[in-house]
C-alpha cells in the first residue's frame, strides 16, 4: 500500500488546512488510519487515529476540539481537517495506515504498516 499526503502549506495563526491521505495499491478500510507530525527537532508524536473498525476517533490532547479525522472508504481516502492553528502545529505532517493495529496502540507509531511521506504544514504568527 502507497499513501500520498497532500494539502499542507503556509496558513496563518488561526486558520485552517486540511490534509488529505490517498491510499493506492490497497484499501483504507478496515484499517485504522493515524496522522502522526513531527517538528524540527523533536520527535514524531501522534496527532489523530480511527481505528480499523472506523467507529471512533482519537486526538492528542494538543489538538482535540481543534483536529478532525475522517475516513472515505469509498474513494480510498483520508482528512485531517485541522482549524485554530497556531504556530505550534507547525510540523510535518504524516498519514499511516494500520491493517492490524489494535485500538489499545492507535498512539504508536509501531502500530502502522504504512507511512505517507509527509506533508510540511507552516503556521505564520
Known amino acids: 500500500v502507497q499513501l500520498q499526503a497532500s494539502g499542507g502549506g503556509l496558513v496563518q495563526a488561526g486558520g485552517s488546512v486540511r490534509l488529505s491521505c490517498t491510499a493506492s495499491g490497497g484499501t483504507v478500510r478496515g484499517s485504522a488510519m493515524g496522522w502522526f507530525r513531527q517538528a524540527p527537532g523533536k520527535e514524531r508524536e501522534f496527532v489523530a487515529g480511527t481505528p480499523r473498525s472506523g467507529s471512533a476517533t482519537y486526538f492528542a490532547d494538543a489538538v482535540k476540539g481543534r483536529f478532525t479525522i475522517s475516513r472515505d472508504n469509498v474513494n480510498n481516502m483520508g482528512y485531517l481537517q485541522m482549524n485554530s492553528l497556531t504556530p505550534e502545529d507547525t510540523a510535518v505532517y504524516f498519514c499511516?495506515?494500520?491493517?492490524?493495529?489494535?485500538?489499545?496502540?492507535?498512539?504508536?507509531?509501531?502500530?502502522?504498516?504504512?507511512w505517507g511521506q509527509g506533508t510540511l504544514v507552516t503556521v505564520s504568527s
Open positions: 499511516a495506515l494500520g491493517p492490524r493495529a489494535i485500538t489499545s496502540s492507535l498512539r504508536a507509531p509501531y502500530a502502522y504498516d504504512y
